[in-house]
């Protein structure tokens, strides 16, 4: 198996960032896998880590009482998932499933932020390549919404 500052260097979100600041994310990563069926987060808890993708498919829900969650996303290999970890109260705004068996890595949000907090220079480079992210998101929920009231 490839070591995680290789795996790390190989996805598109840390595609092409210098050693010395891979070095530093590779220290708040872990290896994980979630089975099928598997809720990643959850609405409402804290947004203490987030996930890239290696392999498998991840879709992003939310729901209402009485209702059956609306998929507004799915992604996979080379995406992340959860952005609220960049925006305090740092709770997560969906929930995560993956739909089949997935690879990621684990970032812990509170020791990167901490060292980010630090080192202004990484954390200006996390949030140039985390804010595209934000926003097509927001451009997919709203699209979702559009959707789902075009067919009432």
Known sequence: MK???LLLGEHPLFAGIEPAHLAIIQGCARLCRFESGHYIFREGEPADEFFVIRNGRVALEIGAPGHQPVVFETLGAGEMVGASWLIPPYRWMS???AMEPTGAIGIDAACLREKCERDHDLGYLMMKRFLPVLAERLHA???QILDVYGKH
């Open 141 to 143: 929920t709203r699209l």
């Open 95 to 97: 929930d995560a499933r």
């Open 3 to 5: 070591a995680l500052d």
